[in-house]
């Protein structure tokens, strides 16, 4: 790989690492199962260049910021490439949410390029809002013949002649703003540094490296900080290829792992579940007979890989499950949210090593990471080279706040600099997560301190931020609660949202405002919604301004009810 | 005279255009069936990820198999923001 000490910002790096690979393929896009495109480095290159230029013309300047809203696609990566090379700033947008979530985080990074996909921008278009928005330039994906762009650019057709000029940035200069929370509320914009992805990515490819010939299959959406560091920046930087997928179909995902051999992957734990499911269903189709020899294998595998993973041979002593996975894969990467130990162990115990991290976004993509020496399901792994932990206030049991120290660190959230005074303090980035150092130094995660949930798909949600689904609720007054912060538990199971009703006097919780309640729900995308109700006798306690005080509250509910008082919604 | 239009439905044919509601009943019988909840359960405005108790995965899963059966290919960002079978249907109506 590149020596990236030598690199002061990511438009250096990955210049470089394009010109030292011409010849390696560096992307693959696939549609289902037919393959749409395949890039060499020096393909890739020939994309970007005309479209540097063609940016520099319609005036993009070094330290100007242009979001990208698109699926994982090889576009993404291009434009992502123009943009570094010509020194402008990346907002990367996650594709899942609504137009006027889009239209929140558009206004509040003050973008002034867009590069977006059609079916995206059509919806950001109608969208009462629409006209707050002012863009220098809008670049449009895959948009079809006599479509109304409302000016933008047909991104196919926005190349120019010329040789563009390479802007260098400084490390401590802003390379990417990304939104870990907040739409609905108070919108977090990370800003990351050229430093900060130099350093995660030095720190990774030490434990984790990419060479060329590695096929990383690019599932998490790229906005994302762990696809970002893994599906982009690090495989480039060693020449290694990012394999995409237009259909996250798990029959689909499944079928690209034997199709385009993959190395590495990084999974969410519902995607990871449900290929487990997909595999204990295959088995139980067993005959007796396959099924007895199937757990000899296993057993003798687990027996052999007790130290360390040793995927060669687990490849011999279970052929046909390393086959379905295409006979390559070196391990399943999962972070972002927090997995069943029971899930990683059945693949382990297959041969298939699970590296579980722990990461957020405002330390960069990931802290701590298991190094597999030996798996260790009931952790998250070690901190990683350049990032010190250490546990707040610990109480009798070793449990605390988790700080972190590293020069992956968030430089600030952007134009919040009271939130980022509460997040950084002396140094040290107070994640809101609880957690505690066993003897072999791995840390073990044990809740939150911090009113949000992870979910399942590796969403963070904010419950300030589902807030606003219910306005004009028939009520006094509600709140929104992780449940896990008004009953702290020291577990990271069954996290959910929590509604807290204050009736008006003498008013009854009936049918019709049941009925509100579950549309309103129903209006939220499914990972955002509230998963029950209580219903609470007292005024809200309320600052001079009005505004909730959410502690105050989260701990009169959790004084005087129990989380079993929640009612299902 | 509008012309007829064949659709695939697994092995057999349609040999007339469906309406919105025969397409919703149709996404309805293939839910019940592949999630196995009484079909009486269901009804077009049921929130799916809750009736039949799915997470967005198998949701996508669902979405396969309706494109299976109606011969029609629905890109995923179709079911985005969609919860309900009445506008999971009005989508799919759309494409036919």
């Known amino acids: 790989m590149l020596d990236l000490r030598q690199y002061t910002c990511l438009g250096a790096a990955l210049r470089d ?30 994309l970007a260049i005309p479209r540097v230029r063609a940016l520099q013309d319609v005036d993009l300047k070094p330290g100007d910021r242009a979001a990208i809203i698109m699926t994982n696609q090889s576009k993404w990566l291009v434009s992502a490439y123009a943009i570094f090379y010509a020194g402008g700033v990346l ?76 802007v260098n940035r400084q490390k401590q200069d802003a390379a990417c703003i990304v939104y870990s929370s907040g739409t609905g509320g108070r919108p977090k914009g990370c800003v990351l540094t050229h430093e900060n992805y130099l ?54 995902v499944r079928d690209a792992f034997s199709r385009y051999k993959i190395t590495y992957v990084s999974l969410v734990p519902m995607v990871l579940k449900n290929l487990e499911r997909g595999l204990k269903a295959k088995f139980d189709e067993l005959s007796k007979a396959k099924r007895f020899l199937l757990e000899r294998a296993i057993a003798i595998n687990k027996l052999l890989t007790r130290k360390r993973p040793r995927v060669a041979l687990s490849r ?69 080279p350049g990032v010190e932990l250490r546990i707040l206030n610990p109480d009798a049991e070793g449990i605390g706040e988790v700080a972190a120290r590293s020069k992956t660190v968030m430089s600030h959230y952007l134009d919040d600099p009271e939130l980022t005074a509460q997040t950084i303090v002396d140094g040290w980035l107070l994640t809101g997560d609880l957690g505690r150092f066993d003897g072999d130094h791995h840390l073990q995660l044990f809740g939150r301190k911090k009113n949000m949930i992870v979910t399942e798909g590796g969403k963070n949600i904010y419950p300030e931020d589902v807030e606003n689904a219910f306005d004009g609720l028939a009520v006094k007054e509600y709140c929104i609660f992780a449940a896990n912060y008004v009953w702290p538990s020291k577990s990271l199971g069954r996290e959910m949202l929590v509604l807290v009703l204050r009736l008006e006097n003498n008013q009854e919780f009936n049918q019709e405002l049941r009925n509100d309640l579950n549309a309103r729900n129903r209006s939220l995308p499914d990972f955002k919604r509230v998963g ?21 509250l989260a701990e009169e509910v959790r004084n005087r009810l129990q989380r079993s008082a929640v009612v299902g919604l | 005279m509008p012309s007829l239009t064949c659709h695939r439905l697994g092995n057999a044919h349609y040999d007339t255009m469906r309406t919105q509601e025969q397409t919703l009943d149709e996404i309805l019988n293939l839910a019940a069936t592949h999630f196995k909840v009484p079909r009486e359960k269901l009804t077009p405005h049921d929130d799916f990820f809750k009736t039949l108790g799915i997470d967005s995965l198998q949701a996508l899963d669902l979405l396969t198999r309706l494109e299976h059966h109606f011969n029609v290919e629905l890109p995923d960002y179709e079911l985005q923001g969609v919860s309900d079978f009445s506008t999971l249907a009005s989508r799919i109506q759309s494409r036919l």
Request: charged fraction near 25%; aromatic fraction near 14%; include cysteine.
């Open chain 1, 199 to 252: 350093e995660q990515c030095i720190a990774l490819t030490a434990w984790y490296p990419f060479w060329p010939g590695v096929r990383y299959l690019s599932i998490l959406p790229t906005n994302h900080a762990i696809d970002f560091m893994v599906g982009f920046i690090g495989p480039f930087v060693c020449g290694a290829c990012v394999v995409h997928l237009r259909t996250l179909r798990p029959e689909y």
């Open chain 1, 532 to 552: 029950g109700y209580v219903i609470w006798d007292k005024d809200f306690p309320r600052t001079a301004s009005m505004k909730i005080k959410r502690t105050e």
């Open chain 1, 316 to 384: 011999k002593l279970l052929p046909q499950v390393h086959a379905a996975f295409g006979g390559e894969l070196q391990a399943l990467i999962t972070g972002g949210a927090f997995m069943e130990p029971s899930t990683m162990q059945f693949f382990y115990d297959l041969g298939i090593p699970v590296v579980n991290g722990y990461g957020l976004t405002e330390g960069g993509t990931a802290l701590t990471l298991n190094d597999l020496k030996p798996f260790r399901a009931d952790t998250v792994g070690k901190p990683l």
């Open chain 1, 17 to 46: 690492a394009i010109e030292r690979w011409p010849n390696e393929t560096c992307l693959i896009e696939a549609d289902r199962d037919r393959e749409k495109q395949r890039l060499t480095f020096s393909d890739f290159k020939d």
């Open chain 1, 91 to 166: 907002v990367p947008l996650d594709y899942k949410l609504t137009a006027a979530e889009h239209i929140q985080l558009l206004l509040h990074s003050k973008a002034k390029y867009l590069v977006v996909e059609y079916y995206l921008w059509r919806a950001i278009m109608q969208h009462p809002q629409f006209g707050n928005l002012k863009f220098r330039t809008v670049l449009v994906t895959e948009a079809p013949a006599g479509s109304e762009l409302a000016g933008a650019f047909r991104w196919e057709e926005f190349r120019r002649k010329g040789d563009p000029e390479f």
